[in-house]
């Protein structure tokens, strides 16, 4: 996100050893200055860290596999490191932000000292790229904010732009908020991901999205009408297709966190379904010679029948000889789907592999 000063004839950041690191008085008048809050980071693990055989060390392992637990935990990262890779390590001072003002107060006092900048808004990242040993984490969490609008037209657009039911989301939304506003509320579809605790507003739109309809609506960065982002000089722009174009291009696709810090976007919505439903289940072969027959009975029934606008999510093949089954559907009937999904029913009946 920024180009490295010099310093000590050396292209680095800053770090807490050196003398370009802020003063306490620095830190707490950029504290006193935000809507949010300011503090230092320590390790979501501390209490293992400490008393490894704990109960209360226990008590917080068990929690580590629910993703909404680690969006709770400024310092929290989806995975804690790869063997001889690397190790989650938290970022020295934690920005609880609560608006876009909030960022570009952090964004500059961070470029002005030369200190890295990591953002967290759920986490979804396995590379622990939410937290990062001698910097400043922007954490969108309490971001969550959602509006519908009936009428909405991209700043310095035309009325020719004009998106009827539109859908705002901050930089800390889930799906799961975006999705209760949109359809729970409102009756619409807004294209996204499967898994709730997923951010609307973070890496999955930033890096394409796609999603479980998106053989309908394209990808989650389709649907964006707008961005509003903080970019590298602290400044608060609005991108879209009128204005700030090369960066409203960008944000569709180029990856989270690249080109700024995304604080709210606005999506495009769609009407819900007139039916919807989900498949699920497995089906486990009784040899491999039987395996290899299911695949390929399955791939001619997902050919003739999945690719299309009905149907997303997956169908996994497995070890163990076992295919997975996670589907959607929109807009069909019960027995079309049951029609749908009869060849491979009939052919486990005749004994080759068996489902549950």
Same mark, same amino acid.
């Given at each position: 996100?920024?180009? $490295? $000063?010099?310093?000590? @004839? #050396?292209?680095? %950041?800053?770090?807490?050893?050196?003398?370009?690191?802020?003063?306490?008085?620095?830190?707490?008048?950029?504290?006193?200055?935000?809507?949010?809050?300011?503090?230092?980071?320590?390790?979501?693990?501390?209490?293992?860290?400490?008393?490894?055989?704990?109960?209360?060390?226990? &008590?917080?392992?068990?929690?580590?596999?629910?993703?909404? =637990?680690?969006?709770?935990?400024?310092?929290?990262?989806?995975? *804690?490191?790869?063997?001889?890779?690397?190790?989650?390590?938290?970022?020295?001072?934690?920005?609880?932000?609560?608006?876009?003002?909030?960022?570009?107060?952090?964004?500059?006092?961070?470029?002005?000292?030369?200190?890295?900048? +990591?953002?967290?808004? &759920?986490?979804?990242?396995?590379?622990?790229?939410?937290?990062?040993?001698?910097?400043?984490?922007?954490?969108?969490?309490?971001? %969550?904010?959602?509006?519908?609008?009936?009428?909405?037209?991209?700043?310095?657009? $035309?009325?020719?732009? #004009?998106?009827?039911?539109?859908?705002?989301?901050?930089?800390?939304?889930?799906?799961?908020?975006?999705?209760?506003?949109?359809?729970?509320?409102?009756?619409? =579809?807004?294209? @996204?991901?499967?898994? &709730?605790?997923?951010?609307?507003?973070?890496?999955?739109?930033?890096?394409?999205?796609?999603?479980?309809?998106?053989?309908?609506?394209?990808?989650?960065?389709?649907?964006?009408?707008?961005?509003?982002?903080?970019?590298?000089?602290?400044?608060?722009?609005?991108?879209?297709?009128?204005?700030?174009?090369?960066? =409203?291009?960008?944000?569709?696709?180029?990856?989270?966190?690249?080109?700024?810090?995304?604080?709210? !976007? +606005? =999506?495009? #919505?769609?009407?819900?379904?007139? *039916?919807?439903?989900?498949?699920?289940?497995? !089906?486990?072969?009784?040899?491999?010679?039987?395996?290899?027959? /299911? !695949?390929?009975?399955?791939?001619?029934?997902?050919?003739?029948?999945?690719?299309?606008?009905?149907?997303?999510?997956?169908?996994? /093949?497995?070890?163990?000889? #076992? /295919?997975?089954?996670?589907?959607?559907?929109?807009?069909?009937?019960?027995?079309?789907?049951?029609? /749908?999904?009869?060849?491979?029913?009939?052919?486990?009946? %005749?004994?080759?592999?068996?489902?549950?």
């Amino acid at each position: 996100m920024f180009i $490295s $000063s010099t310093y000590a @004839g #050396t292209s680095c %950041r800053c770090k807490p050893n050196q003398d370009c690191w802020p003063k306490k008085i620095l830190w707490d008048n950029l504290r006193e200055s935000m809507d949010g809050k300011l503090f230092q980071g320590v390790s979501y693990l501390k209490e293992c860290i400490d008393a490894p055989k704990s109960e209360a060390c226990e &008590t917080l392992l068990s929690q580590t596999t629910n993703p909404f =637990y680690l969006e709770e935990q400024p310092t929290a990262t989806q995975s *804690t490191g790869w063997f001889k890779a690397w190790e989650n390590t938290p970022s020295n001072y934690v920005a609880e932000v609560m608006n876009a003002q909030d960022i570009a107060k952090v964004v500059k006092f961070a470029k002005q000292h030369n200190i890295k900048i +990591v953002i967290k808004g &759920t986490g979804h990242d396995y590379l622990g790229r939410n937290n990062a040993p001698d910097s400043i984490l922007i954490w969108t969490h309490q971001m %969550r904010a959602t509006q519908m609008h009936t009428k909405f037209i991209p700043h310095g657009c $035309s009325e020719e732009h #004009t998106n009827l039911q539109s859908l705002s989301v901050q930089a800390g939304t889930r799906w799961l908020e975006a999705y209760d506003m949109a359809t729970n509320k409102h009756n619409r =579809y807004v294209q @996204g991901g499967g898994c &709730t605790s997923v951010g609307a507003a973070g890496g999955f739109v930033q890096g394409g999205g796609y999603g479980s309809l998106s053989r309908q609506y394209g990808s989650g960065a389709s649907g964006v009408l707008e961005f509003e982002v903080i970019i590298a000089n602290g400044d608060i722009v609005i991108a879209n297709e009128c204005q700030n174009q090369d960066l =409203y291009w960008a944000l569709k696709g180029g990856g989270g966190s690249t080109f700024g810090v995304v604080s709210k !976007i +606005v =999506y495009m #919505t769609h009407p819900s379904s007139i *039916t919807s439903g989900i498949v699920s289940g497995e !089906i486990k072969a009784n040899s491999d010679a039987a395996f290899l027959k /299911i !695949i390929s009975k399955l791939m001619n029934v997902y050919k003739n029948n999945f690719v299309n606008a009905h149907w997303g999510e997956m169908i996994k /093949i497995k070890s163990n000889n #076992t /295919i997975s089954l996670a589907l959607v559907y929109r807009d069909l009937k019960k027995p079309d789907v049951e029609l /749908i999904l009869s060849p491979p029913r009939i052919f486990w009946r %005749r004994g080759i592999a068996c489902c549950s």
